[in-house]
């Protein structure tokens, strides 16, 4: 599931599960949402109980989105196998981490 | 029909989960490498249906079969430099070699075979 809160941030919040059954959604959702950006995204993933390389790809057109609009993207609240998932694919090297 | 393959695969895997009480952590992993595997099946290969096979021994074997060609999935992942660098796609098999004990491929008998420890 995904939510998008514009705040001081725009809050992307990624919750249960983010596979290749949804991802697509969620993707189309951020590429709606998230152009232009007038401020940096944070990906809130504490919620976030499994995520495949699928879900990364929507993770990771978030970051491209921010680039675009020359802010920072960062990722919040990673646990658990799902932080091992972002560790291993290489996305922690780009993604900011929050406490 | 890759949806409906992944929602079968995934109750599959709940059930075998729950039976051998296997912890998050290592039913992440089973359901992670089986799930990527099953959706580059049918998004790269002309396979309609495969065979999966899940044992608990000392490691999660697994094992998994469909007919094709000698095409073979387990192509690594270039290593990424830079975000702009990143192509959409290809990194399943990257975390199916990440997340795995051993991976293996082979061709036999008109078959591409799978075998997996997690």
Redesign the interface.
Known sequence: MIEIHKEENFFVVLSQRL???NADDAKETVTQELVDIDRNIVIDVSGLE?I???G??VV??C??LA?ESHKECFLKGAH??VKE?FQ???FL??LKEME | MTFRAIEEVDRYLDTFCTKHTLNDDLCYRVRLVTEELVTNIFKYTEAQTFDLTVRCLEDIEIDLAYLSNSFDLTVRKPEQKDLADIKEGGLGLFLVESMTKTFSYRHHNGKSIYKLTV
């Open positions: 596979d290749a059954m499994y495949s390389s699928a990364l790809q990771l057109k970051a491209k680039q658990g196998t998932i291993v694919s290489g090297t780009f």
